[in-house]
């Protein structure tokens, strides 16, 4: 009866190999081409241009300040070119200077210099004027000098990556002892408590991912971004979890992993507090960086907890506390001198899907260890307690 069935079915179709193949991918996208040339050169496009005003979508991306200029920097997001006619300054027409050329092409980038004798510490509004009459403004909240990469500037973020970053997660590695004293039950209370700390964190990144992808030109289409980021980091974790599984014990494994989740997180981290010293938005008091480090001090824990059972050498803490703390300094370095509002979305968006995906890791770790399976009150406890500790000290480092 079973091979009368499968003799009844129809042969399969023979493949087409080597140039053949190849050509079969290739010759639709050679008509799409020429369908785009077609309408461009003979279609209805000339018809909706003259009917409609042309739309313009303007975004000011940063303001930088030396003595005596503002150097605006501006991407044109709209469909049609933007032909910058004036600059206000406080109310005021003012002299200005536009590079590399005046009208700016879709997705195309310009930098208007602006000689101004702002004020230290004053707030000064910069209102560009198209050549339509269509106004783009923009807020200096608290004029300072904008830092340039000098040795005294680069020495300055560095520290500030390692205060906020790199010290903070190794103190919370010496949690590691009094971990491996505890018994199964207490473990998998602290490796909960690690995925409510991860869970807060990857929300955190997912909301900053999404606030700095709002400000990006519409044509950057900064929701679709961070979608692309947060995925991209899952499906990439997956991966690298599966073939680093075949090269040492899983609980390493997921050390790892949290350590680069976490790692990459600290970096959109530091570009939000050089991108925030940068722009003068923020006073990077004593206070603020003793709530940083207060904050990330949970990151150690979590990084730690799913070796307690299983110590590692002391070679892969040290590796493990450098994967998930030097990048705050990367990124500081980043914010503070070179700030993409596109890179710092894409970051934020690859910690936050970088931490999901670790927080399952951990879930399956857990399952494969708890007989009497995840939900037990001990471990809600953990998770609850994870959130709440994130939370209050995440009220001490509001950038």
């Known amino acids: 009866m079973t091979s009368e069935r499968v003799s009844a079915l129809p042969a399969a179709p023979s493949r087409p190999g080597g140039a053949r193949l190849w050509l079969l991918g290739i010759y639709p996208l050679a008509l799409i081409a020429l369908l785009v040339l077609l309408v461009l050169r003979l279609g209805p496009l000339g018809v909706f241009q003259a009917a409609f005003p042309p739309v313009e979508d303007l975004t000011i991306t940063r303001v930088r300040l030396t003595p005596g200029q503002f150097q605006v920097h501006v991407t044109n997001g709209g469909a049609d070119p933007v032909t910058i006619a004036q600059v206000l300054v406080d109310e005021a027409y003012w002299e200005h200077t536009v590079a590399p050329q005046r009208t700016i092409p879709r997705l195309g980038s310009a930098t208007v210099t602006i000689p101004y004798p702002w004020v230290e510490g004053e707030a000064h509004e910069i209102?560009?004027?198209?050549?339509?009459?269509?106004t783009f403004s923009h807020t200096v909240e608290v004029a300072a000098p904008s830092p340039q990469p000098t040795r005294a500037f680069l020495l300055t973020f560095t520290l500030l990556g390692v205060y906020v970053g790199v010290l903070p997660v190794f103190l919370g590695m010496l949690w590691f002892p009094f971990l491996r004293a505890l018994g199964r039950r207490w473990i998998h209370f602290f490796l909960a408590l690690?995925?409510?700390?991860?869970?807060?964190?990857?929300?955190?990144?997912?909301?900053?991912?999404?606030?700095t992808a709002a400000a990006l030109p519409t044509a950057y289409h900064g929701t679709a971004l961070v979608a692309v980021g947060t995925l991209g980091a899952v499906m990439l974790l997956v991966v690298a979890g599966r073939l680093a599984a075949r090269r040492g014990p899983r609980p390493l494994v997921v050390a790892y992993l949290i350590a680069l989740g976490i790692g990459l997180h600290n970096l959109g981290e530091g570009l939000a507090i050089g991108a925030a010293f940068n722009l003068g938005e923020v006073a990077l008091g004593?206070?603020?960086?003793?709530?940083?480090?207060?904050?990330?001090?949970?990151?150690?824990?979590?990084?730690?907890?799913?070796?307690?059972?299983?110590?590692?050498?002391?070679?892969?803490?040290?590796?493990?506390?450098?994967?998930?703390?030097v990048p705050t300094i990367q990124g500081a370095w980043l914010g503070g001198f070179t700030y993409s509002p596109v890179l710092a979305a894409l970051f934020l968006a690859l910690g936050a899907g970088a931490i999901f995906q670790v927080v399952y890791e951990i879930a399956r770790l857990m399952a494969a260890d708890a007989a009497e399976g995840l939900a037990t009150a001990l471990n809600a406890g953990g998770f609850v307690l994870g959130l709440l500790i994130m939370y209050v000290t995440g009220l001490l480092v509001a950038v």
């Open 127 to 134: 209102v560009l004027v198209t050549a339509t009459g269509l």
């Open 194 to 211: 690690t995925a409510g700390l991860l869970v807060f964190l990857g929300v955190d990144a997912l909301e900053e991912a999404l606030a």
């Open 286 to 325: 004593a206070f603020l960086v003793i709530g940083f480090m207060l904050h990330n001090t949970t990151e150690g824990l979590g990084i730690v907890a799913p070796l307690a059972r299983t110590p590692p050498g002391v070679g892969h803490l040290v590796l493990l506390g450098l994967v998930a703390g």
